[in-house]
């Protein structure tokens, strides 16, 4: 999965894709990359991150998912928290809602109307307080606590009409999570695919790959590389701001074990 923001302020790329024209050559270049789905997202969710307006966040993502889903056939996934901006997504070609709050019941609804694929990511507060709250204390055991917490977000989205197949799970490394928490994620994340779900890691450029490696967003890929390795053995989905080197790394790892 390859992210395109089309945010002014996301905390790696934010302006990059400022215009139609340069969020539509983006997108192409992942095609021509290989990628497999693209992440369309149109307000930022770093830490600290305020909201966007309804019609602002719909005069970010609308042109650029009816232009790419006009003219490629890649499937396209919407960031969003607002079920109207699913619904305005899905309606202009999206086919994957990405919400990184864990569903409202207006989400929940849209998503058991459309039937479309979408992915429940494990999130305990809003963005723009998130990593002020959490504590080391936060979680008793992080796995446990996220696979408790997905298991009572899908017995609630059944009740509300959803069917589990529809659900990727997102254990949302960074989001409400100290660094040790996201690696120990990373280190155990086979054992979340206990929930029943196919499993997307999403830990592209992120502060604790920056508070290992001491590089600014921009100059996280050697850092991106190897949480992608790590979890290629059990990850369904890898989403990633550098979808080329990605896509070199897992070829290299799956001709080695081909051998």
Not at 114 to 124: E, R
């Amino acid at each position: 999965m390859g992210i395109l923001n089309v945010t002014p302020d996301s905390f790696s790329d934010g302006g990059k894709n400022s215009t139609l024209d340069l969020a539509l050559a983006a997108a192409e270049r992942m095609i021509e990359d290989g990628v497999d789905i693209i992440d369309i997202g149109g307000e930022s969710t770093r830490p600290g991150a305020l909201a966007v307006s309804l019609e602002e966040e719909l005069a970010r993502v609308i042109p650029p998912i009816k232009e790419l889903s006009a003219s490629f056939e890649i499937p396209l996934s919407v960031d969003t928290r607002k079920a109207d901006v699913a619904r305005a997504a899905l309606a202009a070609g999206a086919a994957i809602v990405n919400d990184v709050s864990g569903f409202s019941d207006e989400m929940l609804m849209l998503l058991a109307e459309s039937g479309a694929p979408a992915v429940l990511m494990h999130s305990l507060w809003d963005p723009q307080v998130m990593q002020e709250k959490v504590q080391e204390s936060t979680y008793h055991d992080v796995i446990a606590d996220i696979l408790q917490w997905t298991q009572q977000r899908i017995t609630h989205a059944e009740e509300l009409g959803v069917n589990k197949g529809q659900l990727i799970l997102d254990p949302g490394i960074g989001f409400g999570k100290l660094a040790q928490h996201n690696l120990e994620i990373i280190r155990r994340g086979a054992e979340l695919k206990a929930a029943g779900l196919p499993l997307l890691i999403g830990a592209s450029r992120k502060n604790f790959i920056g508070e290992i490696t001491y590089q600014a967003p921009a100059d996280r890929l050697g850092g991106s590389l190897g949480v992608a390795a790590y979890v290629q053995t059990y990850a369904d989905i890898v989403r990633v701001h550098d979808v080329r080197e990605t896509i070199d790394l897992l070829s290299v790892i799956k001709a080695i074990e081909n051998s």
